[in-house]
């Protein structure tokens, strides 16, 4: 008899999901999670496994390609209630199940950093969109595969409109200055007037 298959990257992921949604559904025994929320993280999670599961599928049938865009919409002018949104900030599920949600986040980073994982992640690279919310909840960094690349690119440098200055005069050198004449001389006494006799 051949041994068993091993599981492939989405099956081990649904299997850290659902792990992970027992372990927030058991907070509110202790009452540390209000009831609404905890339906909202179990939503949230149960869809992220949906949706990477099924992803995973298109990419063993060679059907993964890039999705089309929908046409846009307008956003709503109604923002989603406090209470239909979940905390964006790193690592916001660890002190809210304490313990089981770091060791859960310890066995994705080990997934992540699997060859499989690698290729499927390769192949789909809008396997990102589902995978960074997970890490981002459970305080994983991301691997190189799952970092978004800079929206800002560096462009060509704009050209210098403005005109140079214009070129500074060349030095002149210093005039020698001149002395300042002196009085006129005095003309000889005999050319002033009759001559005097001896």
């Known amino acids: 008899m051949p ?42 999670l149960g869809r992220l496994a949906g949706r990477f599961t099924r992803l995973a599928a298109r990419v063993s049938a060679g059907t993964a390609g890039p999705r089309r865009r929908a046409a846009s919409r307008q956003p709503s002018k109604r923002p989603r209630p406090a209470y239909q949104r979940l905390p964006r900030r790193f690592a916001w599920l660890l002190p809210l199940v304490p313990g089981e949600a770091a060791a859960y986040g310890s066995q994705l980073q080990h997934l992540l950093a699997d060859p499989e994982m690698a290729a499927l992640i390769a192949a789909a690279p809008q396997a990102g969109r589902i995978l960074r919310p997970l890490c981002r909840m459970l305080g994983v960094r991301l691997p190189p595969s799952l970092r978004q690349p800079s929206l800002r690119q560096p462009g060509p440098r704009e050209p210098n409109l403005r005109q140079p200055p214009p070129p500074a005069p060349p030095a002149t050198p210093p005039r020698s200055r001149r002395p300042a004449p002196g009085p006129a001389p005095l003309p000889p006494p005999h050319a002033c007037g009759p001559p005097v006799p001896a």
């Not at 599981?7 to 992970?20: M, Q, T, V």
């Not at 540390?32 to 909202?40: D, N, T, V």
Request: net charge positive; glycine share 8%.
């Open 3 to 44: 041994p068993p298959a091993p599981p492939s990257p989405a099956d081990r992921l649904a299997l850290i999901i659902e792990g992970l949604r027992r372990a927030v559904a058991a907070q509110i025994a202790g009452r540390r999670l209000a009831g609404p929320f905890i339906i909202l993280i179990c939503s949230r």
